[in-house]
């Protein structure tokens, strides 16, 4: 727990939650990824009504997935929804049912929000996550799977409960940008880890390299009691 007050943990003052050129709040990771966090995308209210319906009505499922060839139980409920044609989403030897759009009015009515938000995004999927209480959570990982193309952009809305979203550099790994031979003096030093308390009516977007370069996670918390909603827009290429 103590390690942990060694992240910096990265706020945003609301009154700066959009620019006068309409630029948004952007944590520079180095290298080419970045983070753009909004702490108030939703209104509270509105993000309630969100939650309660998304609790209620999307069929949540808690698969058992396969780690290291073990069988897992996942560590919190998801579902999955994606545009009609598009590529299967597999991942840890799991293949999710892809449910429509159409069957949920209100996730269409968040993508057109998220998207009149990120002028230029187009996600075509989503993977929903419930954590119900502080011991779900999702371990490290980067959403770096083929479909997605070579850097995925991922809008992630989150409802009720705050949780910790931690980003951390992935061990010993050439960045991107050094891979690519751009010479070390352009690349700032920066710190390998980055904290964000994900608020009720938050989107936090992850961009350019961060699925290269960066894991992130959000650890079990004894403290979070109750259940949170998690929304990740993904576009598959
Ligand atoms: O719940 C979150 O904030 C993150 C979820 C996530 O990383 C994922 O679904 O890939
Ligand atoms: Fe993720």
Same mark, same amino acid.
């Given at each position: 727990?103590?390690?942990?007050?060694?992240?910096?943990?990265?706020?945003?003052?609301?009154?700066e939650?959009?620019?006068v050129?309409?630029?948004?709040?952007?944590?520079?990771?180095g290298?080419?990824?970045?983070?753009?966090?909004?702490?108030?995308?939703?209104?509270?209210?509105?993000?309630w009504?969100?939650?309660?319906?998304?609790d209620?009505?999307?069929?949540?499922?808690?698969?058992?997935i396969r780690v290291?060839?073990?069988?897992?139980?996942?560590?919190r409920?998801?579902?999955?929804? /994606?545009?009609?044609?598009?590529?299967?989403? #597999?991942?840890s030897?799991? *293949?999710?049912?892809? @449910? =429509?759009?159409?069957?949920?009015?209100?996730?269409?009515?968040?993508?057109?929000?998220?998207?009149?938000?990120?002028?230029?995004?187009?996600?075509?999927?989503?993977?929903?996550?419930?954590?119900?209480?502080?011991?779900d959570?999702?371990?490290?990982?980067?959403d770096?799977?083929?479909?997605?193309?070579?850097?995925?952009?991922?809008?992630?809305?989150?409802?009720?409960?705050?949780?910790?979203?931690?980003?951390?550099k992935?061990?010993?790994?050439?960045?991107k /940008?050094?891979?690519?031979?751009?010479p070390? #003096?352009?690349?700032?030093? *920066?710190?390998?880890? @980055? =904290?964000?308390?994900?608020?009720?009516?938050?989107?936090?977007v992850?961009?350019?390299?961060?699925?290269?370069?960066?894991?992130?996670s959000v650890?079990?918390?004894?403290k979070?009691?109750?259940?949170?909603?998690?929304?990740?827009?993904?576009?598959?290429?």
């Open positions: 727990m103590r390690q942990l007050k060694l992240i910096p943990e990265v706020h945003c003052n609301p009154s939650e959009e620019g050129n309409g630029e948004k709040p952007t944590t520079d990771l290298n080419g990824s970045h983070v753009v966090y909004l702490p108030r995308f939703l209104a509270y209210d509105n993000s009504e969100y939650f309660h319906y998304l209620k009505h999307i069929p949540w499922t808690r698969p058992t290291f060839g073990k069988p897992f139980l996942q560590p409920d998801i579902c999955y929804i /994606a545009s009609k044609g598009l590529k299967e989403l #597999s991942y030897g799991y *293949k999710p049912k892809a @449910y =429509s759009w159409e069957d949920f009015p209100p996730l269409e009515e968040i993508l057109h929000k998220v998207h009149k938000a990120f002028p230029g995004s187009h996600f075509n999927s989503l993977l929903l996550n419930r954590y119900k209480g502080g011991n959570y999702v371990g490290w990982h980067a770096d799977e083929k479909l997605y193309g070579p850097n995925p952009e991922i809008a992630s809305v989150s409802f009720g409960c705050e949780r910790d979203f931690i980003l951390k992935k061990p010993n790994k050439k960045s /940008a050094e891979v690519e031979g751009e070390s #003096s352009k690349r700032a030093k *920066k710190n390998d880890s @980055y =904290s964000f308390k994900l608020k009720h009516g938050s989107v936090l992850m961009r350019g390299n961060t699925q290269h370069d960066w894991l992130h650890p079990k918390r004894a979070a009691e109750t259940a949170r909603i998690n929304l990740t827009f993904r576009r598959v290429m």
